[in-house]
């Protein structure tokens, strides 16, 4: 068998009949099989998944490889196994209830082979009802500063990358945590990779919400709560603390962690019935979260997350639960209406109204200064177009 141009690794877990898909999207690949290998963990499956791996294998020897181990609880573990066996010249993750368009690696692969990058992200779509993220996947973008763009705001590893990169950071999953395994790899890729770009003028991921697993994994319930958001959250600060001096760019990217996992721990916490328990998370994270309060990054967020931060400061538990829980609720209003708030991240970018079945679309525009200055007057003329 010649050296492989990519290795698609598929971690795979109780996959089926999502992982024939998944497979079959791989071989399908325009790039050709004479430029693939496909390797696929079954992670200690009841359900044929390993079965139907082997089945490929052995109809496609030269380009399927089959590997089964007991279950570890997640996806790094399989991810790392594959990782030690992969030859390709890049590794693409691809996690078995997912699957590729049909021209994804030949695209991905020819953006990094012009622009010599070591990361190459592709549009995401999400299917049966799956959240992906989309800002970062606007245009297509042969060089993107990591700083300057929003591609740090998704930290999947369903992504194209280097193995030379790989290999050369010693990068690996860690093993058994219950959340948030992929992002320190990817992280860790991000800020050391030469280039990185992005695919967005075609449809390469297509992720699958599984409606047996009602959105969440084969991990247990672990993966919800607050202990294992907090140590998630915790390990990507030491990372960034690691490997970034301080400064702009190490505050740019924790901007992130606040925005994402800090309000998903919080959320967790107003769920916690233990008092103690959400004391120790608070404890945990506040001396980070009070320092970074003070950057010229944090200083230019909306008002609401500074609130947030003076009340984390003085130590004010339930108050910052209050707080967050009354922002969700915001937010959940907003989505019935049609409204993205992560829209309100520029200026030149207006907020609009869609009304979903009643009528034709109904478009209102007002600029993130006029609902920053007046947010009670930009609500009232949201209420005024949809009883037009």
Not at 32 to 61: K, Q, Y
Not at 101 to 124: C, Q, T
Not at 211 to 218: E, Q, S
Request: aromatic share 6%; charged share 25%.
């Amino acid at each position: 068998m010649s050296t492989p141009l990519v290795s698609i690794v598929v971690p795979a877990y109780d996959a089926m009949p999502y992982l024939t898909r998944s497979i079959e999207s791989a071989l399908g690949q325009t790039i050709g099989l004479d430029e693939l290998e496909i390797i696929v963990v079954d992670d200690g499956s009841n359900d044929g998944t390993g079965e139907e791996a082997e089945r490929f294998a052995a109809a496609h020897p030269k380009v399927v490889r089959a590997l089964r181990q007991p279950n570890s609880g997640g996806p790094g573990a399989p991810r790392n196994a594959a990782l030690d066996v992969a030859t390709g010249r890049y590794v693409l993750f691809l996690d078995a209830d997912d699957y590729l368009g049909p021209e994804a690696v030949e695209r991905m692969v020819r953006m990094a082979e012009e622009n010599s990058s070591d990361v190459v992200l592709g549009r995401m779509v999400g299917v049966d009802g799956r959240r992906v993220p989309k800002i970062m996947f606007k245009k297509t973008r042969a060089k993107v500063n990591l700083y300057t763009s929003r591609v740090y705001w998704t930290l999947s590893p369903l992504k194209l990358f280097r193995r030379e990169l790989i290999e050369n950071l010693g990068l690996r999953f860690p093993v058994g945590a219950a959340f948030g395994e992929d992002q320190p790899f990817v992280a860790k890729a991000y800020i050391n990779a030469r280039v990185i770009s992005v695919v967005g003028d075609y449809d390469c991921y297509y992720a699958t919400r599984r409606p047996d697993l009602n959105g969440v994994t084969h991990r247990t319930a672990r993966e919800s709560g607050v202990s294992s958001r907090l140590e998630s959250l915790l390990r990507m600060f030491t990372l960034l603390k690691a490997e970034l001096p301080p400064g702009n760019k190490r505050d740019l990217l924790l901007r992130r962690h606040m925005e994402k996992g800090l309000q998903g721990l919080l959320w967790h916490m107003t769920k916690e019935p233990d008092p103690k328990v959400r004391q120790e998370a608070f404890d945990a994270v506040a001396p980070t979260v009070v320092a970074w309060s003070k950057s010229r990054i944090a200083l230019g967020m909306p008002a609401e997350m500074r609130r947030q931060f003076a009340l984390i400061e003085a130590g004010e538990v339930e108050a910052v639960l209050s707080h967050v829980t009354a922002r969700v609720r915001r937010i959940d209003t907003w989505g019935t209406l049609g409204f993205d708030p992560s829209t309100l991240r520029s200026p030149s970018l207006a907020l609009r109204v869609r009304l979903r079945s009643i009528g034709p679309r109904v478009a209102l525009r007002a600029t993130l200064k006029e609902l920053r200055k007046n947010p009670r007057k930009a609500v009232k003329r949201v209420g005024k177009a949809l009883t037009r």
